[in-house]
């Protein structure tokens, strides 16, 4: 039987370390506007109507993708 080595190439971060290095430049973009993130937002609720948000994220017929919860309104 022969075997051939192949070489397995992922883009998902394997180590706790990448995640966090990752997750701060993904941050340190929307911060410094290099990523628009409203174009990803379909609707904004303040922290007081999260089981709103939540039905409307549940709700299937309505399109709706990403809700961003305020937690500061």
Known sequence: MHRQRVEIL??????????YRFFKEGISLVSDGLIKTGEYIDKIYPLSKIQEAFEERDDKSNGTIH???????
């Open 10 to 19: 992922s883009t998902e971060p394997k180590r706790d370390i990448d995640m």
């Open 67 to 73: 809700i961003l919860i305020d937690v500061e309104e």
